[in-house]
């Protein structure tokens, strides 16, 4: 898995979640792979893990211009992977104006976003 979305029931809201899965040496990410989650931390505390997340904060924002959407929520992930433990990116869009569920355009937005990110950053 390196890309998981979950749209909210009830909610215009939609939840995505990168996984790291192989290093990312323009980021220190050379590690990305521990036997228990709170050996994790460390590389989301990384100054390269947070300029990932400041990299990314930046595409959205170019991404989000032209659409109805807006992030809610931006931070670093600890990821299950079978027997390992992976930073990763948790990210919540919304749906500006929305009071149920996010429409079928918003949805369809928000794979494009979650490919675009996924693809510039090369999270897998």
């Known amino acids: ?3 998981k979305i979950t749209h909210d029931t009830g909610a215009p809201t939609a939840s995505i979640e990168f996984m790291i899965t192989h290093p990312l040496p323009d980021y220190d990410l050379e590690e990305v792979e521990a036997p228990i989650p709170r050996d994790v931390d460390p590389m ?7 300029d990932l997340l400041d990299e990314t904060r930046t595409l959205l924002d170019r991404e989000l211009s032209a659409a109805n959407l807006e992030v809610a929520q931006l931070t670093g992930a ?4 079978k027997l390992v433990h992976r930073p990763g990116i948790w990210l919540v869009l919304r749906e500006r104006g929305g009071s ?3 429409s079928p355009a918003a949805m369809q937005h928000v794979a494009r976003i979650a490919e675009t990110i996924r693809s510039t950053f090369s999270l897998s």
Request: with cysteine.
């Open 78 to 81: 600890i990821c299950h992977d």
């Open 44 to 50: 989301l505390a990384s100054q390269g893990f947070l």
């Open 1 to 3: 898995m390196a890309i």
């Open 100 to 102: 149920k569920e996010m």
